[in-house]
């Protein structure tokens, strides 16, 4: 079976006012950027054999791929 890992976005302003986001793109608060800066994968993910992982990202601005997570590729179209 193929592990899979999900990494939440960063918080946003509208996170703190309680407002749904769904497909809206607000950017990342300060907070959501300090956090996302943060992040840190356990070792076995970013040890040997980490070049085997492929990751997905959401097109959102407010979902960057966090440094700690390395190249990525958008699941369908992107804005970016």
């Not at 607000?26 to 300090?34: D, E, F, K, T, V």
């Not at 970013?46 to 990751?55: F, I, L, Q, S, V």
């Amino acid at each position: 079976m193929t592990p899979l890992v999900l990494i939440r976005h960063g918080a946003t302003d509208w996170n703190a006012d309680g407002r749904i986001q769904g497909r809206s793109d607000p950017p990342l608060s300060a907070a959501g950027r300090r956090a996302v800066a943060a992040w840190r994968l356990p070792e076995e993910m970013t040890g040997p054999g980490a070049e085997d992982w492929t990751w997905l990202t959401s097109p959102l601005e407010r979902a960057p791929p966090p440094p700690c997570c390395g190249p990525s590729r958008p699941p369908g179209p992107s804005r970016r």
